[in-house]
């Protein structure tokens, strides 16, 4: 299990042969995932799937009703608080070509994570796909948390690149049943997709980069 002040890595990489492989020092670098696949089909890259710890870790149980008064017609008992997706940012990586989207995370517990390549951008439940454009569409699924403010509304937060960008757009929708996605148009055809979870700021980081010919 990893401390609060480490992360973990994943890496999704297209156009390069490569066994899949996992690592752990055992010291202060984070664990590692990678893994590559053949030809330039986004579709072809295996899910990648981990967790976030925010804070108190375990779940805050569901809270009963007072047992001196009968609940109130249609009142429902209070359920487990999740944490809160609180905010998702698309902006340049400080020290590389890439982008970066940036979701944060507020509040205790924990969130579920996996990124995967799909043909077609639908969201849970639904046979009406996202219109988010790109060579290669990544879905990002969060489970176990809320959403904040910023979705107010229920629509979805669409974000641009403001310049020259490895990444066309970004739609991420407020979550259903504690499950929030968000879709990744990429610009290339080979993207690397790396997957940066970090507990002690509650923050998970997709960097979107390209490929090396």
Known sequence: MLSSA??????????????????DSGGDEPDTTIADAAGISCQRVESFAGTLRLGNRTPMPPAEAP???????????????????????????????ADRVVFTFGGDGSI?????????????????PAPVSGKCLLQVDLSGVDTGDIWTGGSPVHLFPSGASETVEVFSYPSENHLAQTFIGTRTSTPVITVDTADATGTLTVTVDTAPR
């Open 6 to 23: 480490r992360s973990a890595v994943a890496i999704l990489s297209l156009g390069v042969l490569a066994a899949g492989c996992a690592t």
């Open 67 to 97: 047992a001196d008064r009968a609940p109130k017609p249609g009142e429902a008992p209070a359920g487990v608080v999740y944490p809160v997706f609180d905010a998702v940012t698309l902006a340049p990586s400080t020290d590389t070509d």
């Open 112 to 128: 579920g994570w996996s990124a995967r390549f799909v043909d077609i951008a639908f969201r849970d439940g639904t046979d009406v």
